[in-house]
């Protein structure tokens, strides 16, 4: 069965932490994306990655940096963690060329006190 | 900016009973998604329709996207407690296979 896996799914992290949330796909996606989830906001997109390297600005990158060294695994970095970055993330991969939508993980509650 | 409307935001009914949900634009879009997400997990991939006028079934579900493809709607017929969960809707536009989600149906069936 096809995979988006995601490190963790529950953290807590103090305000100031540099926090990594790491995912990994075995799908062979071209694409990967992070999200958050908030109640009421929907999805946010945060950054993504069309390919090795490579990273886009999402909607919402403040505060934030991403790194994709391999195809299978886009990692989230939080530089210094604020209360305010407490949040579901999600994971996403889709592949190039195809309108079949996103493979989500199971997401990482990030709880940052 | 491509946006997504999704209609209700809150949905309460009893198991047995029927329901739409809706999902609305004023974007044309390439294909679109409707996805399930359970609470604490991410999102599933329920189906995907690429063509204007299109209406997919998935056992209780029926899927229909729109003539002018700005527009679907999800329609579940006699409701069971399993489907409770947020419905999203997606969609990408022509040349972009980055999706824009709408905010979500919250439904709940109770028994």
């Known amino acids: 069965d096809v995979k988006v896996t995601q490190s963790s799914r529950y953290l807590v992290k103090r305000t100031g932490e540099k926090v990594f949330l790491e995912c990994v796909q075995d799908?062979?996606?071209?694409?990967m994306f992070w999200y958050r989830q908030d109640p009421g906001l929907g999805l946010r997109l945060i950054y993504f990655?069309?390919?090795?390297?490579?990273?886009e600005k999402g909607d919402i990158p403040e505060g934030y940096s991403v790194s994709r060294e391999k195809k299978e695994r886009f990692s989230l970095i939080l530089e210094s963690a604020s209360t305010n970055q407490t949040s579901m993330y999600l994971c996403?991969?889709?592949?190039?060329?195809?309108?079949?939508?996103?493979?989500f993980g199971s997401g990482t509650r990030l709880t940052v006190v | 900016t491509q946006l997504l409307e999704q209609s209700p935001q809150f949905l309460s009914i009893q198991e047995g009973e029927n329901l739409t949900v809706y999902c609305n634009s004023s974007?044309?879009?390439?294909?679109l998604q409707w996805y399930r997400q359970e609470p604490g997990e991410g999102p599933v991939l329920l189906v995907t329709?690429?063509?204007?006028?299109e209406v997919k079934k998935l056992k209780r579900l029926t899927f229909q996207f729109g003539d002018a493809r700005k527009d679907s709607s999800l329609h579940i017929t006699a409701a069971q407690p399993g489907d409770t969960g947020l419905y999203l809707c997606?969609?990408?536009?022509?040349?972009?296979?980055?999706?824009?989600f709408g905010k979500g149906t919250k439904l709940s069936v109770i028994p």
């Open positions: 990655s069309y390919d090795v390297k490579m990273k």
């Open positions: 974007s044309v879009f390439s294909s």
């Open positions: 799908m062979d996606h071209e694409n």
């Open positions: 997606a969609g990408s536009g022509a040349g972009s296979y980055q999706l824009t």
């Open positions: 996403a991969s889709s592949l190039r060329g195809s309108p079949d939508g996103y493979t």
């Open positions: 329709v690429v063509t204007g006028g």
